[in-house]
C-alpha cells in the first residue's frame, strides 16, 4: 500500500482530518488530526481510524503505530512529529 492510498482512505472515512503519513510496504506511521475526536477517548479516535481502513488493517497494513489528535491538542503538540 502506498501513503498517498492510505492517507486517502483515512480521509475519505474522516473528511475533516488532516493526516500525515510516513512509512512504507506494510508498516505506518500515522497523525490524524480531526475536530471529530473532541470529547472521544484515545480508544475511540483510533477505532474510528480502523474503521476507515477496514479489513486492510492485517493484511496490506501490517503495522501501524496511530497517533490522534484534536485540533486544540494538536496546537499544543511538539512540530517534530
Avoid at 32 to 59: D, I, N
Wanted: glycine share 8%; aromatic share 6%.
Amino acid at each position: 500500500m502506498q501513503r498517498s492510498e492510505l492517507e486517502a482512505l483515512i480521509v475519505a472515512g474522516i473528511p475533516d482530518a488532516q493526516v500525515s503519513v510516513r512509512g512504507e510496504g506494510d508498516h505506518f506511521e500515522v497523525v490524524v488530526v480531526s475536530p471529530r475526536f473532541e470529547g472521544c477517548t484515545m480508544v475511540q479516535q483510533h477505532r474510528m481510524v480502523y474503521a476507515t481502513l477496514g479489513e486492510r488493517m492485517g493484511a496490506e497494513i501490517h503495522a501501524l503505530a496511530l497517533h490522534t489528535y484534536t485540533p486544540d491538542e494538536w496546537a499544543g503538540q511538539s512540530r517534530i512529529q
